[in-house]
């Protein structure tokens, strides 16, 4: 089972951290990405580290005019079993819920579709 937390009004310009907490297994034995989807649009890919610590951004591999690229970094907590996301000079356009998952395989895939279990969510909303 995965929980965000972290969510809630930023301004912009401001930074968030949030956190994805695994519950019943290890985040370090599997892949875990982060996500994030507005109303009416498609969910979107952001980070994805595998257990062996490799990142992924996946605005690498997926054209998106909303890019966080170079603002949003995903680390690994396993003291405290999370994975967490962190962004900085956050815009409005970052207004999103933001999600967690896995694919329960080792390495990150590049497909949204491909993971298979999500945390319910938290809202980030970014004030102009």
């Known amino acids: 089972q995965l929980e965000e937390s972290g969510g809630g009004l930023v301004q912009a310009g401001g930074s968030l951290r949030l956190s994805c907490t695994a519950t019943?297994?290890?985040?370090?034995?599997?892949?875990i990405g982060w996500f994030r989807q507005v109303p009416g649009k498609e969910r979107q890919g952001i980070l994805c580290?595998?257990?062996?610590?490799?990142?992924?951004?996946?605005?690498?591999?997926?054209y998106s005019p909303d890019s966080v690229k170079g603002r949003f970094t995903i680390a690994r907590d396993n003291t405290r079993n999370t994975v967490d996301l962190q962004g900085s000079g956050l815009k409005p356009e970052d207004t999103a819920v933001y999600s967690c998952?896995?694919?329960?395989?080792?390495?990150?895939?590049?497909?949204?579709?491909?993971?298979?279990?999500w945390g319910q969510g938290t809202q980030v909303t970014v004030s102009s």
């Open positions: 998952a896995t694919d329960w395989t080792r390495e990150c895939r590049l497909g949204v579709y491909e993971y298979s279990d």
């Open positions: 019943g297994f290890a985040v370090g034995d599997y892949a």
């Open positions: 580290i595998s257990s062996s610590g490799g990142i992924t951004d996946f605005s690498d591999y997926w």
